[in-house]
């Protein structure tokens, strides 16, 4: 083969001397395409070969493989190709002595590939020969402690090789030949998750944050993604405080505890961690602001309410005082009003809260949104509907140019004189706001009142067409409320010549929205004889036991559900009652357990459920997969 490969060595040399015109080359030319011509051929055979010897290892006949591995081992490029599935052949029939010396002649030709001493040090293993191995790895990495790519190469092969503890020498090695102890770090976490090694995963992510810039967003989802157990977050806690206690000064750790307390909603926790920071760094309330917001937002309004309780106390002359202000009331009545039976006292409380803030900052543009909800609280909590109207009108006169404000007051008062028996002032005042917001999704909002107030009057084909177009609607909260009205006017209409039930069913969800839940309860108790085998039958149910959740009688709530899933478990309203048991059984009754198998029930039964990913959050939480 050696004058083939002279040959193919001597092609550039005759090509240069034919573009300097020498003759000579003309004589020779024919030695260019057979020299390619033998040097594909060479390939192709080698590569035949290889294949086949590689079928003998799959198949584990040793003996064949070996000898066609050996063969091929002669060539110095092909042995690179070869030489793991080679050396295991041999070790495999006991040719440690032929292994070593194929393994000493490849590590004397590629001095720099430490490949090749690694896997010299498994063959040492593989005999027993501990210590020697032993002596072979250390060589190895030291070699490459210096060379970063070097060094990654061989800890992937370590990996590779199942020999994860060589694979942290050398990633340790290399960090301690930087002197840098967060080198290596991401790398280590990596390992350490392969490994199984919890401890050391969290520790080596939070090394990360001392060098490496914004990189607390990626040690957020990496925690996020790999800790799933309860004791998982129970460790992160530990180690986080420990960092936060070591390292006063770093605020990573502090963030990032802070940012676990909000993954695991303790707010309250999370306010009492973020107020030391506050102060240390004199933030002038910013993050607190924030996790009392996003607690709102997670209907946690007791912590709410110490947030902004402690917020207005501390920084009085704050520029976000008001809003401090402003959202430390709303925390208050989201508590009163979420609290069933809604207690009027409270509401009148409320109220006061209000009207303090409007002497303090005064009736403007800082304090409008405080106005709509005091004019709400008068409508539908203390039937105070003209007051209310007064105020919506006052805070439109305070803000005239906030289209989007004035807007939704105007949409406000919609509802007002919907309460008040006035439909036709409502459909004109939904209606201005659909006109005023195009393709806006209050304008989608309004379309879908005037929906839902033709519906109300029985008005069911002219609803149709408002819900068809709403269908489509960009925002999907209000396209799931239209299919939904949609479905249900298309499966109880036409069932009878008059419409009956479909419009006293109607008429009935009206006196909910009007918050006459006695006249509710007395009609439907009528409907439910009267139309028993209707296809309205477990609507009837259903719009029960809501009405009986906020009147606070919760047990009467769940065992109207409970019959919607016996007895009418295929269809629609199975999957949404369901859920409700397993919450009120959660939220409510305080069985715990109970709810926990519905939520597993519900994932088991409900495949499809819109509510497949919170039955699975609300049972993992129960089950202490996230503690409290």
């Known amino acids: 083969m050696k004058p083939m490969e002279n040959n193919t060595q001597r092609i550039p040399k005759k090509a240069k001397l034919a573009l300097k015109g020498n003759h000579r080359f003309l004589r020779h030319s024919f030695l260019v395409p057979l020299a390619l011509g033998v040097l594909a051929t060479f390939g192709q055979v080698k590569g035949q070969d290889s294949e086949l010897a590689n079928e003998y290892f799959q198949k584990g006949d040793y003996e064949k493989a070996r000898t066609i591995y050996q063969k091929l081992a002669k060539n110095e490029n092909v042995a690179k190709q070869v030489y793991k599935k080679y050396v295991v052949t041999l070790a495999q029939l006991n040719e440690y002595s032929e292994a070593e010396k194929f393994l000493r002649r490849l590590i004397k030709n590629n001095a720099g590939e430490p490949l090749y001493k690694a896997e010299y040090g498994l063959l040492l293993e593989k005999q027993g020969k501990d210590s020697e191995a032993r002596k072979q790895y ?63 995963m969290i520790e080596e992510y939070l090394n990360l944050g001392l060098t490496v810039k914004n990189s607390e967003e990626f040690i957020q989802n990496s925690l996020q993604d790999e800790l799933v157990k309860a004791e998982d977050f129970d460790l992160l806690k530990k180690i986080l405080i420990e960092r936060v206690q070591k390292y006063p000064n770093q605020s990573l750790y502090s963030d990032l505890l802070i940012w676990h307390y909000i993954q695991q909603k303790d707010f309250y926790r999370a306010f009492v ?48 005082y008001p809003v ?57 909590y203390l039937n ?72 109300f009057k029985g008005e069911f084909a002219l609803a149709q067409e408002h819900l068809d177009v709403l269908k489509m609607a960009t925002s999907r909260e209000i396209a799931n409320d239209a299919m939904d009205l949609s479905l249900l006017i298309q499966d109880n209409t036409g069932l009878d010549s008059t419409e009956t039930a479909m419009r006293e069913y109607a008429s009935v969800e009206l006196l909910v929205f009007q918050n006459q839940y006695e006249e509710v309860m007395n009609r439907l108790n009528q409907m439910q004889t009267r139309y028993k085998d209707h296809s309205l039958a477990d609507e009837i149910l259903w719009l029960q036991a809501n009405v009986y959740l906020k009147l606070n009688e919760n047990q009467k709530a769940f065992n109207n559900l409970e019959k919607i899933v016996k007895e009418y478990k295929y269809d629609i309203l199975s999957d949404d009652a369901h859920f409700l048991m397993a919450k009120i059984l959660e939220e409510k009754l305080d069985q715990k357990e109970k709810a926990m198998e519905l939520y597993q029930e519900h994932l088991k039964n409900y495949p499809g459920s819109i509510f497949t990913a919170e039955a699975r959050k609300r049972f993992r939480f129960l089950r202490k997969d996230f503690p409290n």
């Open 324 to 380: 401090m202000r402003r959202y430390l009331v709303q925390a208050k009545e989201e508590l009163v009003k979420n609290t069933y039976p809604v207690n009027p006292p409270e509401i009148r409380s409320l109220i006061v809260d209000y009207q303090k803030l409007f002497d303090e900052l005064g009736r403007n543009y800082k304090t409008m949104e405080g106005l709509r909800n005091m004019a709400l609280l008068h409508a539908f």
């Open 138 to 200: 250390e060589q190895t990495i030291d070699a490459v402690k210096s060379d970063p790519t070097q060094l990654n190469s061989l800890a992937q092969y370590f990996i590779e090789a199942d020999k994860l503890p060589r694979a942290e020498e050398a990633y340790l090695a290399g960090r301690k030949n930087a002197k840098n102890p967060s080198e290596y770090a991401y790398q280590l976490a990596g390992l350490y998750k392969i490994a199984g090694q919890k401890e050391k």
């Open 384 to 455: 105070e509907k003209d007051t209310a109207v007064t105020i919506l009108e006052q805070a439109i006169r305070i803000a005239p140019n906030d289209r989007n404000f004035v807007d939704r007051c105007k949409m406000d008062l919609g509802d007002i004189y919907l309460l008040k028996n006035e439909p036709w002032e409502s459909a004109l005042l939904y209606a201005q706001v659909e006109k005023a917001e195009k393709e806006q999704p209050i304008g989608y909002e309004a379309k879908l009142k005037n929906a839902k107030l033709s519906y």
């Open 273 to 320: 961690q973020a107020r030391s920071t506050d102060k240390r760094y004199k933030l002038e309330g910013s993050k607190l602001m924030e996790i009392g917001m996003i607690s709102i937002q997670n209907t946690d309004y007791k912590s709410a309410e110490q947030i902004f309780e402690y917020l207005t106390r501390e920084y009085t002359k704050s520029p976000n």
